[in-house]
């Protein structure tokens, strides 16, 4: 096997993290970049990925920049015995693109799943949500629809350690 050495991989860490370049062969860009082969760093990332460094390679959007502005998260109070099957469910509808469970915070916030939806018009949002919602018979459950008012930075996971990308 091509191996790569300490400093290779420390480096093809960074530059994965910044994202896959966009060219035809990405992995032969980034070996060029660590002066390596291609059949390296794939070797490599498999190596990650059979170790559990990440379990998945995944794209980020950028919703704004592509016109989707009206971005929402629909909260649910769902019965706990149906939580895991209603969210199998929606999280196959069409127009949702995160839907994940998380523990209420009695008294205070008493939702436990999440479904995250991106729309260019505010009203098509709700016009989508309430359709889904009597699809799914849940009209009657307590839920809110929370519109973004501003987008954080978005980006990919990280596997370098901070002393490791500082000097970088």
């Known amino acids: 096997m091509n191996q790569l050495d300490n400093s ?7 530059l994965l993290e910044r994202g896959l370049p966009l060219t035809p062969r990405p992995y032969q860009h980034l070996a060029e ?10 070797e490599q990332v498999r190596h990650w990925g059979e170790d559990g460094l990440f379990r998945r ?3 980020v959007l950028h919703h704004r920049a592509l016109g989707f502005r009206a971005n929402a998260m629909l909260v ?8 895991d099957r209603i969210g199998e469910q929606l999280s196959r509808a069409p127009g949702i693109n995160l839907c994940y469970q998380r523990p209420r915070r009695l008294p205070y916030w008493p939702f436990n799943l999440f479904c995250m939806v991106h729309g260019r018009e505010r009203a098509a949002v709700q016009a ?10 849940l009209s009657e459950v307590p839920h809110r629809l929370l519109f973004s008012t501003r987008a954080f930075k978005q980006r990919g996971g990280r596997f370098t350690a901070t002393t490791e990308v500082a000097h970088g």
């Open 57 to 59: 390679v995944g794209l």
């Open 128 to 137: 989508h949500i309430a359709e889904l919602l009597a699809q799914h018979d």
């Open 33 to 42: 970049q660590i002066g390596a082969s291609e059949q390296a760093v794939l």
């Open 76 to 83: 649910m109070d769902i019965a706990d015995e149906r939580v």
């Open 8 to 14: 290779q991989q420390i480096e093809l860490r960074r």
